[in-house]
C-alpha cells in the first residue's frame, strides 16, 4: 500500500504536471549501477512541472520491525551526458534518476538489472553503557542514534528493536519514534530512538551480567540491511554492552568517602549506609577502592564520594594484579553531596592509574566533579579494555600536551566543559573516545576525534581527526561548531556515515572547506541538515569528487536539505579525463533534494558547469553569485562576510518566515537544531525549522 509520504511526495512531483505521470513502456530497463536507465527516446526532462513518475513496489520494514512493501515513485530527472571529450552530446538513450533503486525492487513496466542494495543503517549507541541495574532499566540507558539514507514520516529509520538477556531469559522492546534525549550535558538537543518508557527486567536472573543489543531496521530494504549490533565487537563500533544486575546493589549501594586532609588508607569505612562511610574517609580515590576490595572482595555496586577537604591526587598505590568487579559494573567516582562540583577536585598526577577493575572490560564513571590535571592518565589491560566516563563535570586539563588515555583505554565524554585544551586533549590516537557528547569548550588547538560526536558546542577548533583508524560508521550530529581552522576532509575510503543537523559557522578568510568528501570512495553518506556559513571559497563544501590522482567511486548517497555556503564537485570535466565517472550519481543528483547554497561554484560556472553538478536534485535553490548571497535570511548572520571579511561569531541561524529556504526539504528528521518539530510535509532546509 502506499503510506501517507508516498502519497505527498507523489502529489507533490505530480502538481503543475505538463505532460508528466506514471512511464509504461518508455523506460526499459534499470542500469546495474542502480541509479540510470536505459529510455526509449527521452525527452527533455521537466522535473517540477512535468515529472515522468517511474513505480517501484519495494521491501522494506514496519514501525514494527516487520516485512512489508511501499508503493513509491522516482523521477527522471536529466538525460545523462557522454563523458569527457564527448561531454558536449547527450546520451542516446540514458537517463537518471532521482534516487537509487534496489534489486529487491519491482519496477512497473522495466526490468530491474539493479545490483546495488539498500544498505545497513548508520548507528551507535548515545550513552555508555556499565553500570549496576535492579528490577528496571532506564530507557535513558538504551538511547540509539540512528540514520539512513532512505528516511521517511520523519523518522530515519523505521525502528529500533533491543534484547536485554542473561544469557537464558531475553527481555524484547521496540521503539519506532524519535525523541529529542533531554540529557542534562547536551549543548544541543540530540535526537535517539529509545524505548517510550522504562523496561522491566524483573524477569531476568539476579546478581548477574546482562547483555543488551540492537537491530536497526530500515525503512527500505531485506534482511541484508537491518544493522545488528551483535554481529559487531569492541566499544568503539555499534556492538553488544554490558551492564550488571544486582537488585540488592541497586538498593543500597557500597559508599566509600574520600577527604584529601583527614582520611586514611587503611581504617576507611565502606558502607551500604552512606553516613557511616562519611563518618571514616578513605585518603585518596586509590585507597577508597583498595578498602572495598578488602572489606567486600570486590569493586561491585562502589560510589566513591569525594569530600571538600582540599584536591585528592590519583595514583597507583597498592593495585595487584588481580582484576575485581563483575562484568558489566562500574565504579563510580562523584561529589559528596554537601560539596559543590567546584569543591570536589581529583588531580590526574604524573602516573598511569591501572586500576583492574573489571574482569571483562572494567569502568570508572566521574560524575559532577572537577578535574585539575597536572599529567598521567589511565590505562586497562589487554584482556579487558577500561572504559573511563567522564560525565557532567568540569575538566581542567591545564594545556597537558597527551590525552589522559593510555593503552587498552577507551573514554567517554558527557556534558564536560573542557577548559585549557591542548592538541592530543581528544584526538585519534591508541585510545578510542567512543563518544564525545555535550562537550562544551573554546578549543584553540584541539583536534577532535571524530566517531561519534553529538549535541556538543565547539568553538575554535583546529579540525576533527580521524588519524589512522577507519572512518566507515562514524557520526557527526546535532553540533554547533564555530571558528574552525577547517571542518571535516574524509580522507580515505569510507562505507557508512551520518553529518546531520550541524550548524558550521565559517568566520575566518582563508579560503577552506567545511565539508569535504574528495579523491577517494564514498558509499552510504547521509549528509542532511547542516547549515554552513562562510562566503563564496571561505567554508565552501567540496563533496563527492572523483579526481585524477586517486580514481574512485561515490555511491548510495543522501544529500538533503543542507544549506551550503558554496558546493563544488569534481569529475570527467574539470581534470579532462573521460575515465572519472565514479561521482556521477551526485553529478546528477542522484539521492539529492531540497538543497541550498548561497554562492555560485568556485569556477563561476554554475549547473552543469565543470565545478559543479550537472543536476542538484529536486528543489534545488543555488547561488548564482559569487559576490552577491543567495540569502535565506538568517536571523542574525555573524560568519564570513564580503571581502572576505572575518565575522564576529555566536550569529542566529534561524531563518525569517519569508526565507526561500523554507517548505523545500523532505522530511527526514523530527526535529531541529532547536528542539522544534520540523514540518511533516517538507521542512525548511538547514540545521533550523
Known amino acids: 500500500m502506499r503510506s501517507r509520504y508516498d502519497l505527498m511526495r507523489m502529489m507533490f512531483a505530480r502538481r503543475g504536471n505538463g505532460g508528466g ?33 517511474v513505480s517501484l513496489t519495494r521491501q522494506g520494514y514496519t514501525t514494527a520491525g516487520a516485512t512489508t512493501t511501499y508503493a513509491e515513485d522516482l523521477i527522471c530527472t536529466q538525460r545523462i551526458r557522454q563523458a569527457f571529450p564527448n ?42 553503557d556499565r553500570g549496576i541495574v535492579g528490577n528496571t532499566l532506564a530507557k535513558e540507558k538504551l538511547e540509539v542514534v540512528a540514520f539512513h539514507r532512505n528516511a521517511r514520516s520523519r523518522e530515519q529509520v523505521a525502528c529500533v528493536e533491543w534484547t536485554i538477556t542473561d544469557g537464558t531469559n531475553t527481555v524484547t522492546v521496540t521503539a519506532s519514534t524519535s525523541v ?27 546478581n548477574a551480567t546482562i547483555t543488551i543489543n540492537a537491530k536497526v531496521y530500515p525503512w527500505i530494504g531485506a534482511a541484508a540491511s537491518v544493522l545488528d549490533s551483535s554481529a559487531n565487537s569492541g566499544l568503539r563500533a555499534f556492538s553488544p554492552r554490558k551492564m550488571y544486575r544486582s537488585t540488592s546493589l541497586a538498593a543500597a549501594p557500597m559508599f566509600a568517602y574520600v577527604n584529601a586532609t583527614t582520611g586514611n588508607y587503611t581504617t576507611g569505612a565502606v558502607s551500604t549506609t552512606a553516613a557511616t562511610a562519611e563518618a571514616t574517609p578513605c585518603l585518596t580515590i586509590q585507597g577508597a577502592m583498595l578498602r572495598a576490595i578488602a572489606v567486600n572482595g570486590n569493586l561491585n555496586g562502589l560510589v566513591i564520594r569525594v569530600m571538600n577537604g582540599g584536591k585528592t591526587t ?67 589491560e589487554t ?27 577507551a573514554g567517554a565524554w558527557l556534558g564536560v566543559e573542557i577548559q585549557a585544551p591542548s592538541t592530543s586533549l581528544m584526538t585519534a590516537g591508541l585510545r578510542d573516545n567512543i563518544l564525545i557528547r555535550g562537550v562544551l569548550t573554546g578549543l584553540s588547538t584541539l583536534d577532535v576525534e ?18 589512522t583508524k577507519a572512518r566507515s560508521g562514524f557520526i557527526c550530529a546535532y553540533n554547533r561548531v564555530r571558528d574552525y581552522n577547517s571542518g571535516m576532509s574524509l580522507d580515505a575510503d569510507t562505507v557508512g556515515f551520518a553529518i546531520v543537523q550541524n550548524l558550521w559557522e565559517c568566520i575566518r578568510t582563508t579560503t577552506t572547506y567545511t565539508l569535504q568528501t574528495s579523491g577517494f570512495n564514498y558509499t552510504h553518506g547521509i549528509i542532511h541538515h547542516n547549515t554552513c556559513t562562510g562566503f563564496f571559497s571561505v567554508g565552501r563544501d567540496n563533496l563527492f569528487y572523483d579526481q ?41 543528483g542522484v539521492g539529492c533534494a531540497g538543497e541550498f547554497s548561497q554562492f555560485i561554484d568556485a569556477q563561476n560556472g554554475g549547473t552543469g558547469g565543470t565545478f559543479a553538478q550537472a543536476y542538484p536534485g529536486l528543489r534545488a535553490k543555488l547561488g548564482t553569485s559569487n559576490s552577491v548571497r543567495n540569502d535565506p535570511l538568517f536571523t542574525s548572520y555573524q560568519g564570513t562576510a564580503s571581502g572576505p571579511t572575518a565575522g564576529a561569531g555566536g550569529g542566529d541561524y534561524t531563518v525569517a518566515g519569508g526565507s526561500p529556504a523554507k517548505a523545500m526539504a523532505d522530511p527526514v528528521l523530527r526535529f531541529d537544531l532547536a528542539g522544534n518539530t520540523r514540518s511533516a510535509v517538507l521542512a525548511t532546509a538547514g540545521a533550523y525549522e
Open 21 to 53: 505521470g506514471p512511464i509504461l513502456g518508455q523506460l526499459q530497463s534499470m542500469n546495474a549501477d542502480g541509479w540510470s536507465a536505459t529510455y526509449s527516446s527521452p525527452p527533455n526532462f521537466d522535473p517540477v512541472n512535468g515529472p515522468k513518475l
Open 87 to 128: 561531454d558536449a552530446s547527450l546520451s542516446v538513450d540514458q537517463v537518471a534518476l532521482s534516487d537509487f533503486v534496489y534489486s529487491t525492487d519491482t519496477i512497473t513496466g522495466a526490468t530491474n538489472n539493479s545490483t546495488e542494495t539498500s544498505p545497513k543503517p548508520v548507528a551507535n549507541w548515545a550513552r555508555p
Open 180 to 206: 529529542v534525549s533531554g540529557h542534562s550535558g547536551d549543548r544541543q538537543p540530540v535526537i535517539v530512538y529509545r524505548p517510550a518508557s522504562d523496561v522491566n527486567i524483573s524477569s531476568l536472573n539476579d
Open 314 to 380: 590519583l595514583d597507583n598505590t597498592g593495585f595487584g594484579a588481580t582484576l575485581t568487579s563483575a562484568e558489566g559494573n562500574e565504579v563510580i567516582v562523584t561529589r559528596d553531596p554537601t560539596a559543590t562540583q567546584a569543591q570536589a577536585i581529583i588531580d590526574i598526577a604524573a602516573v598511569t592509574l591501572r586500576p583492574r577493575v573489571g574482569t571483562a572490560g572494567g569502568c570508572i564513571r566521574f560524575l559532577d566533579v572537577t578535574f585539575d590535571r597536572t599529567a598521567g592518565g589511565f590505562m586497562g
Open 383 to 409: 584482556a579487558s579494555p577500561l572504559l573511563v566516563v567522564f560525565d557532567s563535570m568540569i575538566f581542567d586539563n591545564n594545556s597537558v600536551a597527551a590525552s589522559p588515555l593510555s593503552t587498552d583505554c
Open 450 to 467: 571524530m566517531w561519534c560526536v553529538l549535541g556538543c558546542s565547539i568553538t575554535s577548533m583546529s579540525n576533527f581527526a580521524f588519524g
Open 548 to 588: 585524477t590522482s586517486n580514481p574512485s567511486t561515490s555511491k548510495l548517497n543522501s544529500v538533503k536539505g543542507n544549506i551550503h555556503n558554496q558546493l563544488n564537485n569534481k569529475g570527467d570535466r574539470f581534470d579532462s579525463n573521460g575515465a572519472l565517472l565514479g561521482n556521477w550519481s551526485y553529478l546528477y
